[in-house]
């Protein structure tokens, strides 16, 4: 079971009431493919970059499992960029919400479902299939915004979410504001913790169990001047919480001799057909369990005359290379290094050495090289 909680830090993971409840295993060092949710899905369910992904013929590992015989459940929380739209519906039994053919003005006036909604739909499911082998993915978008809409919130809050919603838009809060959305947050993400503990307690009998927690990315909270996750790939839009847990004793175990190693998203769903058993030739990452990576590589698509992102790839491409010493970016077409060892806030950009751009270049040929062999062996 996949549950992805849209814009979570990977310094809020400890707010998670459930990984401290059950034993899960929890990874120090995962970083997304991609700076916002068009960028970094096609890294989670196709094991490939958003500049390499094509909707709806990019196979998707979900697919896989399907054709293992393993019942299917997906709910993209009603973002748009991870729904049918994008051709993430593939190898879903049930699928909501979908998106294709729906109006521009049928949009406008879309309310995103609650995490409590999402969990009972999953629940019903859950119960209607038994004993039966599953995959479910969740999508909560509860902390990500819009809130208005979030009939949980008491009268203060809700007053408060739509003043942070209409300053959030100029990407930029003044000490008291961004106090206040920080206060917001923590306090969604107790009802999260609601509907993970609801969840968790119904599948406590379960036997052959793996959830796997995650967020496609994090959120700026104005440590690079903007509030958002933008296409910038500083750390705290890339980091993101990764947390396993697993009924298999064996599995646990080795899960916890990996926990400091350098993952990519783009490395999950290898590595989960890995664990069942299952061998496909899949996507360009690896199975974090069997290799080890040296570097991780995110990015972002920013609009030509614009800050903020753009899935139509028509803007400037930011991306990083990032090991875990240092951190090459490109970044409005400026290059920068940052030396994580002594600047892990990724305030004070370094010149970029010659044999570090190499470096960066043989990485991303490597990368490229990888791709074109695998799209031609599954000539799509």
Known sequence: MLITLDTLRFDELELLSVVKKFPFVI???????????????????????????TPRRSPSFVEILKSYGYKTF???????????VWGYEKGFDIFDQRFRGISISDLQNYSIPSCYE???KFLRWIEKIGDESFFAWLHYMDIHGKWDHLTYLDDHERELAVILQNE????????????????????????????????????????NLMVVITSDHGEELM?????????????????????IYTT?????????EHVNDLVSLVDFS??????????ANFGIGINFLRGKRNYVYSEGFRQQNG?????????????SVRTLSWKYMMLNGKEMLFDLTDDLQEQNPLVVEESVKKEVKTFINQENRKWLSWKAKCKF
């Open 27 to 53: 990874f120090k060092n995962v970083f997304t493919s991609g700076t916002s949710t068009p960028f970094a899905f096609p890294g989670i369910f196709n094991s490939v970059y958003f500049s390499f992904y």
């Open 74 to 84: 997906g709910h993209n929380g009603g973002n748009i960029y991870c729904s049918d």
């Open 118 to 120: 999402i969990t009972q």
């Open 168 to 207: 959030k838009k100029k990407l930029v809060l003044n000490d008291t504001d961004l106090k206040q959305l920080k206060k917001l947050r923590k306090s969604i993400i107790k009802h999260i913790n609601k509907n993970l503990d609801d969840i968790s307690s119904y599948l406590s009998d379960r036997e």
């Open 223 to 243: 440590e690079h001047g903007n509030v958002d996750h933008l296409p910038k790939p500083y750390d705290e839009i890339i980091h993101v919480p990764f947390a």
């Open 248 to 256: 298999d004793g064996n599995l646990q175990k080795e899960l916890r």
């Open 270 to 279: 290898i590595t989960l057909v890995g664990v069942l058993g299952i061998k």
């Open 307 to 319: 800050f903020r992102h753009d899935p139509t790839r028509q803007g400037a491409r930011n991306f």
